[in-house]
């Protein structure tokens, strides 16, 4: 079988991974040059550590990644709403861990031995001929394959070209995101709610934070707002523990501002083209579930294509499973962001009496099986 990946990020590194566990080679493009992935943090909830376990890579991240014991809930002067001992809920699937991205990135393309990579090469055109999908790459040359997946993120060239109408939505919050020394008081995920801000902190190592805020902005002033870090809203909002982060902010910091959005689609195949992760189903960062749902869906489309008796059933057997699991996490995601946009007088009361029974809510059943 003749498989192309469209992307190589975590969603197209996992398929390709999953898919060498199947015993099959498939080819990857990413049109990035093949250099590190820098960036920000990761936090992973315990089905993202399952899927590394089936992925065989949990035991070598569990020993360099952050084990994360708990997630707090702080109001913007620093007073617990609520905070959740995560193996109440994940002890049947992993650890909760936190790590640099680049690490979760570097391990997952250390596994492949039998994937062709190629970076620095885009596609321009995917057209279905007969049973194959005639697959143009940026140098002019085209090749045929039995399955094209789609996993270049958010923007996706490949929904683009085959899904025009699935356009990314905004979803109401523009983001920053930067990794820092580890210069305050905490030793869990902990995150400050203020009025239509919020101030996020996780350890990824020994010495370092990640660092995440976001701030609900209407469509018309994303873009403008989104170039200009919100220094003072900070001091202004957040008081200990976290706002050291905001106050002594180191000047070389690496920022990565962005709009934050969502990609809703009834249907992630056509023909013998099926999206994955973000290209299928980007959501808020508000679930963590970003990194994990792309790891189930490189584990349940591999499962289906190596085990259907046909192209066809694999990719309709993917969708019916993968598509209530996502449909789920994207509706709790809107629920928590509505959530958190009220102002403080509205969020805090409800999170102190109920945020526990909130967190078990969203989160249970994501721990059945995949």
């Known amino acids: 079988m003749k498989i192309l990946i469209v992307g190589g990020g975590i969603a197209g590194l996992a398929v390709a991974r999953a898919l060498e566990l199947r015993g099959l080679s498939p080819d990857l493009v990413e049109r990035k040059a093949d250099v590190p992935q820098g960036g ?19 035991n070598s991240l569990s020993a360099i990644a952050v084990p994360i014991d708990t997630q707090e809930i702080l109001d913007s002067r620093g007073r617990q709403l609520s905070v959740a001992r995560t193996q109440d809920i994940w002890s049947s699937c992993g650890p909760c861990l936190a790590l640099p991205r680049e690490t979760l990135h570097t391990a997952l393309r250390r596994s492949l031995r039998g994937t062709r990579l190629c970076f ?35 923007h996706s060239q490949v929904r683009q070209t085959l899904f025009p109408e699935a356009s990314p939505i905004y979803t109401g919050n523009v983001c920053w995101r930067f990794v820092t020394k580890y210069v305050v008081d905490i030793d869990g995920w902990t995150v400050m709610l203020g009025n239509r801000m919020s101030l996020l902190a996780v350890p990824i190592d020994d010495d370092h934070l990640y660092v995440y805020v976001d701030m609900a902005v209407s469509e018309t002033d994303a873009r403008l707002r989104m170039a200009r870090f919100p220094l003072s ?6 008081a200990a523990p976290l706002s050291p982060l905001v106050t002594h902010m180191p000047a070389q910091s690496q920022l990565h501002a962005g709009c934050i959005e969502q990609v809703v689609m009834t249907d992630w195949v056509k023909g013998n083209v099926v999206l994955i992760g973000d290209a299928a189903h980007a959501c808020s960062p508000s679930m963590a579930q970003g ?56 969020h805090a009361p409800l999170l102190r009496l109920a945020g526990n029974a909130l967190y078990k809510r969203s989160y249970l059943p994501l721990t059945e099986p995949i």
């Open 120 to 154: 620095g090469t885009s596609i321009t055109d995917i057209r279905q001929v007969g049973k194959k999908s005639v697959t143009t790459f940026g140098d002019g040359t085209a090749r045929a394959y039995d399955v094209v997946i789609g996993a270049d993120g958010i």
């Open 40 to 58: 920000t943090g990761l936090y992973l909830p315990g089905n993202a550590a399952r899927a590394l376990h089936q992925l065989g890579l949990l």
């Open 233 to 238: 809203e900070l001091k202004d909002q957040f």
């Open 291 to 346: 990194a994990a749902m792309a790891m189930e869906d490189a584990l349940v489309l591999a499962e289906t294509l190596s085990t259907a008796s046909n192209i066809d059933d694999a990719l309709t057997a993917y969708t019916l499973r993968r598509k209530p699991r996502v449909d789920w996490v994207q509706r709790q995601c809107v629920a928590r962001d509505r959530m958190r946009r009220l102002p403080g007088w509205g």
